[in-house]
């Protein structure tokens, strides 16, 4: 799967976690500060892949082998 | 003149001779109901069409009943084109059939409606068997055509609204006979490589024929079947197809799925900025309560001013030890009264105070009161004490009591 992508996944749960631990107001203020900049950090990480994405696009095509092949597909938007 | 002798075999074949030479009889539309029908191992159709006057046998050979769009039935009422004939065999004439349609609704509604409840009966729209669509899918699959309009629409608002993802096409035919095989076996193929982790199966706007690729069994099952969770995207908003029945999701258009099938990036944003505010705010709110409980505590006594606490506590020992004095004076003042008391009873029953009464004690020089006359001799010495002081006597005589 496209790794840039499940990393946004990924970091988006991470992040619903921590913010969920922080509301319920059950962890220690030092364990909460690590939290929020954990969070944070995750806060940016996640804007940053939206700012850089790019939607890929590719063509699948069967080979000769029987396993999939990936081609280049240019849309007349991109 | 004599009458000609014809032979089983030439009437039939005058009669049909006759019968092809009828141009009405040669192509002929009729409209009855079905009865009667029977389909042999060897693909041709064999029925009865009936009104309330009459009968009519009909035969459908393989090579037409194949493009049928629909299952006929009985009771069907349909109208069936072809020409009337003899079969010699039975010397009967009938309906060589070479085309059906149900009377009244078109035989697409007809084959729509069969299907639709076929499938719904074996539970392939059951809303339990449809699955979750990702949040986030990491690869989106699209099966449709690449030469369409579709394709394009839906890249273009993938693009806009989560270009996160990856998009895998798929390109198929999407009308014509080839299409259901085409669209079944991407969906198939894309399942079996796990090449998506959602799909988006479709095409765009067209007559009821162009999106009849979609009202197919085999899509409908093989979109049943599917693993990886699919979203359908025929037509425009009214064209409601077998597979969006199917799938785990319907869109209305495929642009329409694009939407559905992501998180637009502008939600995102506004998300996150949700998370950083909700966490500060109870980060904010936990550091405050922290601070409270901090200031609670500085402004306790014994914090705040140490030496006067002391001072006080010290005050509060002194108190209690005076407590405890004045509380140990008063236990023996209570003592002492209760001493007095008893010394006054004592007192009252002392011996001596007997004496004053009048009685008297006697004693021997050893102390030893007397208490019987065997305890003394004549001539021995007593003290005699009475109430203010002491006698001291000689025994002159010893008189024992008779009892």
Redesign the interface.
């Given at each position: 799967m496209n790794e840039k992508n499940a990393t946004f996944e990924e970091n988006m749960q991470r992040l619903e976690q921590i913010v969920r631990a922080m509301e319920r107001g059950d962890v220690a203020l030092d364990e909460s500060l690590k939290l929020f900049q954990e969070g944070t950090d995750l806060v940016h990480k996640c804007g940053k892949l939206l700012d850089e994405a790019q939607l890929q696009i590719e063509k699948v095509v069967k080979g000769t082998d029987g396993n999939p092949t990936f081609e280049e597909f240019q849309d007349e938007n991109g | 003149m004599e009458q000609q002798v014809l032979s089983i075999t030439q009437v039939n074949e005058y009669i049909r001779t006759r019968l092809d030479a009828d141009p009405l009889l040669g192509s002929i539309a009729v409209r009855g109901e079905i009865s009667n029908y029977k389909m042999y191992p060897s693909g041709h159709h064999y029925f009865t069409l009936k009104d309330e006057g009459g009968a009519l046998k009909c035969v459908m050979f393989k090579g037409s009943a194949v493009r049928l769009r629909f299952r006929p039935e009985n009771g069907m009422k349909v109208i069936a084109w072809g020409k009337i004939s003899v079969f010699p065999r039975d010397g009967a004439y009938q309906l060589y059939c070479s085309a059906m349609s149900v009377d009244g609704v078109g035989d697409l509604h007809a084959a729509f409606e069969q299907l639709k409840a076929k499938l719904a009966g074996e539970g392939l729209f059951d809303p339990a068997h449809k699955k979750p669509l990702p949040?986030?899918p990491?690869?989106i699959?699209i099966i449709t055509s690449?030469a369409g309009a579709a394709?394009?629409d839906m890249?273009?608002i993938?693009?806009k609204r989560?270009?996160?993802?990856?998009?895998?096409?798929?390109?198929v035919r999407v009308q014509g006979v080839e299409a259901p095989p085409e669209i079944v076996g991407a969906i198939r193929?894309?399942n079996r490589?796990k090449?998506a982790?959602l799909l988006i199966v479709g095409r765009g706007g067209g007559s009821i024929e162009d999106l009849w690729a979609f009202n197919d069994e085999r899509v409908a099952r093989a979109i049943y079947d599917s693993e990886i969770p699919v979203i359908s995207a025929v037509g425009h908003e009214p064209d409601v197809t077998i597979s969006d029945y199917v799938a785990d999701l319907r869109a209305a258009t495929p642009s329409n799925a694009a939407e559905l099938a992501v998180v637009d990036?502008d939600a995102?944003?506004q998300i996150?900025d949700g998370?950083?505010a909700?966490?500060?705010t109870?980060?904010a709110?936990?550091?405050k309560s922290?601070r409270q409980h901090l200031k609670a505590i500085s402004e306790s006594p014994a914090l705040r001013s140490p030496t006067g606490y002391l001072e006080q506590r010290r005050q509060n020992i002194l108190l209690l030890k005076n407590r405890l004095v004045s509380a140990q004076m008063q236990g023996v003042e209570r003592k002492r009264r209760s001493y007095v008391a008893l010394t006054a009873k004592l007192d009252a029953m002392s011996p001596l105070k007997v004496l004053t009464r009048g009685y008297a004690m006697a004693q021997k020089k050893d102390g030893t009161v007397l208490r019987s006359v065997s305890q003394v001799d004549i001539a021995d010495e007593i003290a005699i004490t009475v109430g203010d002081g002491q006698v001291s006597a000689m025994v002159t005589n010893v008189k024992e009591k008779q009892l």
């Open positions: - | 949040k986030y990491g690869v699959g690449s394709v394009h890249l273009r993938l693009r989560y270009p996160l993802t990856k998009v895998r096409l798929f390109p193929y894309a490589y090449l982790d990036q995102l944003r996150l998370y950083s909700s966490m500060a109870t980060l709110r936990q550091i922290g």
